[in-house]
């Protein structure tokens, strides 16, 4: 059965300060892994994806890797806007429509 | 471009009662999921939908049943509610025509309080 592990749960940020956040998997086949950004008691947003090991994608602050069992997602100098609770989530090959999610990390950048 | 719609935003049911929630998908997304998600989790996928047939089917008992309609929404129906279906019911809609589309767009979700 597919699995998506994240880690830490939490992670308390000063401004500026640099970090990054660990999405584990196992999955038969990946099709796609996504990362989605997440407010309190909002629906999610989409950030990036990533289809195969190697593959890098930027926005702004935020850049995500992949690597075959997992995928980073890095911020570089955050701002209290940054945070947020953010999820990943791995589509099998088995599969068209049904994300695997993980917990997700709850990020506070404080200023 | 408007993005996924769901509605109603919030509701509160007592426990027996059953619920229906609506989605409206992105303007030529033909495929739309649904996910359940409880305080401090990740969504559990509960169906996928695409041109009006169910694709994906999750963990979920019987008394959740979704459908979609010709112009690609879609309803998500729970019947005989227990107060552990509290939670937020998010929609997703997707393209599904290429590799690039596989991405899903999350609407705000339904908020189910049951009481």
């Known amino acids: ?111 | 471009d408007a993005g996924v719609t769901q509605s109603p935003t919030h509701l509160i049911k007592t426990r027996g009662q059953h619920v229906t929630l609506r989605c409206s998908p992105i303007s030529g997304h033909k495929s739309v999921s649904w996910y359940q998600q409880v305080l401090g989790q990740g969504p559990q996928f509960i169906f996928q939908y695409y041109e009006k047939e169910e694709r994906g089917r999750g963990n979920f008992p019987d008394r959740f049943s979704a459908r979609q309609f010709p112009n690609y929404s879609s309803e998500l129906n729970v019947n005989a509610l227990l107060l552990g279906d509290s939670a937020l019911y998010l929609c997703a809609s997707s393209h599904l025509v290429s590799q690039a589309s596989y991405e899903q767009y999350f609407g705000p979700g339904t908020r189910l309080t049951v009481t």
Not at chain 1, 7 to 24: D, M
């Open chain 1, 1 to 111: 059965e597919d699995q998506v592990t994240q880690s830490p749960e939490a992670l308390r940020l000063q401004e500026g300060e640099s970090s990054s956040l660990n999405c584990s998997y196992t999955v038969s086949g990946l099709r796609g892994l996504f990362w989605y950004r997440q407010d309190p008691g909002k629906g999610p947003e989409f950030l990036f994806t990533l289809y195969s090991a190697g593959e890098e994608k930027e926005k702004e602050r935020l850049k995500a890797t992949l690597t075959k069992k997992e995928s980073f997602l890095h911020i570089t100098a955050p701002k209290p806007e940054d945070s947020a609770t953010y999820l990943c989530a791995v589509l099998s090959t088995d599969s068209w429509g049904k994300l695997q999610f993980g917990a997700g990390t709850q990020v506070v950048v404080t200023p």
